[in-house]
């Protein structure tokens, strides 16, 4: 069983900054990709930010330029360094751990349960 833990939300004023943090447990062998999605009242859940195993990122356009991902593969945990921050950053903001390899040929995908992150104007 593979569980990923969050840390790091909170309340913060617009301009401030918060990390987050994602530490998947359990029986793993390798994880493919890691990231972060975030889900506001009425609105579907997005992507904020991924990361390969290898290290290749992506951002959604609302926050590049702000947010940096990042991983540490010995530890399987990932970060979200959230600079900046607008009201409109506001949500739960998700950690997804893709393609968690059990064993060599069996794997999982993952959610974390999810931490606050409200930011006030």
């Known amino acids: 069983q593979v569980q990923l833990v969050e840390s790091g939300g909170g309340l913060v004023q617009a301009g401030g900054s918060l990390r987050l943090s994602c530490a998947a447990s359990?029986?793993?062998?390798?994880?493919?990709?890691m990231g972060w999605y975030r889900q506001s009242p009425g609105n579907q859940r997005e992507l904020v930010a991924g990361i390969t195993r290898g290290g290749s990122t992506n951002y959604a356009d609302s926050v590049k330029g702000r947010f940096t991902i990042s991983r540490d593969n010995a530890k399987n945990t990932v970060y979200l360094q959230m600079n900046s921050l607008k009201p409109e950053d506001t949500a739960v903001y998700y950690c997804?751990?893709?393609?968690?390899?059990?064993?060599?040929?069996?794997?999982?995908?993952?959610w974390g349960q999810g931490t606050q992150v409200t930011v006030s104007s």
């Open positions: 997804n751990a893709n393609r968690v390899f059990t064993t060599r040929w069996t794997y999982v995908d993952c």
């Open positions: 359990g029986s793993i062998f390798s994880i493919e990709a």
